[in-house]
T-cell receptor, first 113, second 116 residues
């Protein structure tokens, strides 16, 4: 079956660094996405990993280990506006080349001053 | 360029009715997929279309259907609405059917459906 696990909630303070972990068991792995979603809004793309290693983009970095079925999103220099839900999603692919994103339940991050 | 556009943004329907939601992908994007988001289940994949063909389908009953037009615009339909269909329905588009290799998947603002 398809399964993606990530912590339900995390808290941190402004200026700190936080790491959100994601483990997955899926078939037809075709990459892993991280999205940010503020309450009542659409998910916004943060990062994409398809090869092992670290991808850095400003204050956000994402890491992938395909052999371990593991990824993390690292947020540096936290700001109040980073308070949101962070969604880990694995892109899977079926025989007809159709794709689907399988999402974790999301991690609600609360940043306090 | 314009993002993914979904209409209507909010709607209220009665049990037993049917509803049609519309999605216009980013210009040039040929892959459109639909997701249902609820507090209990999170984001769940409904189906994906590429060049008017359904390429992938999630585990939803046959009451949920969709189609894609030649201009890549897509619609999804839910018939015989149930209370449990109340959710945020999100449309996403990408430039490729493969969904990987950096072909980022972008989401629209969603359609909030309430079934009473």
């Amino acid at each position: 079956g398809q399964n993606i696990d990530q912590p339900t909630e995390m808290t941190a303070t402004e200026g700190a660094i936080v790491q959100i972990n994601c483990t997955y068991q899926t078939s037809g792995f075709n990459g892993l996405f991280w999205y940010q979603q503020h309450a009542g809004e659409a998910p916004t793309f943060l990062s994409y990993n398809v090869l092992d290693g670290l991808e850095e983009k400003g204050r956000f970095s994402s890491f992938l280990s395909r052999s371990k079925g593991y990824s993390y999103l690292l947020l540096k220099e936290l700001q109040m506006k980073d308070s949101a839900s962070y969604l880990c999603a694995v892109s899977t692919r079926n025989g007809q080349a159709g794709t689907a994103l399988i999402f974790g339940k999301g991690t609600t991050l609360s940043v306090s001053s | 360029k314009a993002g993914v556009t979904q209409t209507p943004r909010y709607l209220i329907k009665t049990r037993g009715q049917q509803v049609t939601l519309s999605c216009s992908p980013i210009s040039g994007h040929r892959s459109v997929s639909w997701y249902q988001q609820t507090p209990g289940q999170g984001l769940q994949f409904l189906f994906e279309y590429f060049s008017e063909t359904q390429r992938n389908k999630g585990n939803f009953p046959g009451r949920f259907s969709g189609r894609q037009f030649s201009n890549s615009r897509s619609e999804m339909n839910v018939s015989t609405l149930e209370l449990g269909d109340s959710a945020l329905y999100l449309c996403a588009s990408s430039s490729s059917s493969t969904g990987g290799a950096g072909n980022t998947i972008y989401f629209g603002e969603g359609s909030w459906l309430t079934v009473v």
